[in-house]
């Protein structure tokens, strides 16, 4: 049998390849500094301090997190923080109000709790928070409804102490169109946008930032006027929902799960030793395209079911006839899912492993403590 691809390492890995994720990282740079859009990118996708070293190198303006645990780890390498997720809960206020001095850090919310909580915590902490209010565009996850609720709010955060009003955000996640079709959605999103600009400018509550930015409307984020700064995450890596959507070429797919196959017994299909907790059980929406994950060198091949440690390939498209023991890369529909679920991120060029990195955002807590003590339970 032929030399097994990386046979240094164990299967499920998740590898990166270098040189494509020092492209991508350049491209959107070069992106955001050609259209006088500031940078920050969300960290959750990588969650690994060293490699928002290589966003802030390229020009990124600092950072985005989605959690506390996050916030922690980027607070070592990088000096402004964006949490773009409602800081609710005493827990998580206490975390934040903890982080270095050193880091300017602006957290998104779209309730009053939230703002009150927030503004009351850093003014007995005597820290200035600065706080971006959260409107929905088009997603309907979070974020206040209407022009209206985003003047109270902002005017609310103007006028608590604690906080400093910095201006809005939204994120555009129901933009999953083809990159060629998103012209009437983005439409729509920038006229949206431009009656909550036009009411805070009226109110005299003009925001210094706009924050919005995903990886699928990324490079289309110039035809948003007002926008001030994007926030992509996936663009790092791309995964096969970024290529489904024209927002990538599938040679721009930086990440993959290194798996064996370990089984050919049923006809028709193979199963390789990456499951749901190595690839995660994420479908692409909006998309003609069934399945979990497909073969980087193979994209016609598709992982059709996962287990949680099978991941079972469709052979019905292809030819090829894969041979226990033989080993695969795969690209998850979700890169930030997938990463969450591994340890170690394993740098490829080519075919060689040229170094690594520990994930060190993923979980909750640094010391993995537990939060409660369960002796006498
Ligand atoms: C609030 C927020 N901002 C930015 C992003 C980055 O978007 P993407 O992963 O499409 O790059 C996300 C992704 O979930 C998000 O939730």
Known sequence: MATPLFPELETPSALVDVERMAANLDRMAAYAASHGLALRPHTKTHKTPELAVEQLRRGAAGVTVATVHEAEVMADVADDILMAYPPVGAWRLERLLALPAHVRLTVGLDSAEALDALAAAAAAAGRTIGVLIE???????????????????????????GVAYRGIMFYPGHI????????????????????????LA????????VSGGSTPAGYQSHLVAGLTEIRPGTYIFNDR?????????????????????????????????????ALAREEIRGADAP?????????????KTVSEEHGVLDLSATSWRPRVGDRVRIVPNHVCVSV??????????????????RIAARGWRADAA????????
């Open 135 to 161: 409107a929905d565009l088009g997603m309907h996850r979070a974020g206040v409804p209407d022009p209206a609720a985003t003047v109270a709010l902002a005017r609310r955060a103007a006028e608590a102490a």
């Open 176 to 199: 999953r169109q083809r990159t060629g079709e998103q012209g009437p959605v983005l439409e729509r999103l920038a006229a949206d946008l431009r009656r909550h600009l036009d009411a």
């Open 202 to 209: 009226a109110a005299g509550l003009e925001p210094e930032v």
């Open 241 to 277: 929902t970024t290529a489904v959507v024209d927002a990538c070429s599938w040679d721009e797919c930086a990440y993959s799960v290194l798996a064996t196959v370990v089984s050919t017994a049923v006809p028709g299909q193979a199963v390789v030793d990456a499951g749901a907790k």
């Open 291 to 303: 399945g979990y994950g497909a073969l980087l060198d193979r994209p016609e091949v598709v992982v």
């Open 340 to 357: 969450n679920l591994h340890d170690r991120l394993w740098a490829v060029k080519g075919e060689t492993v040229v170094g690594s990195w």
């Open 370 to 377: 537990p939060v409660l003590d369960a002796g006498g339970r």
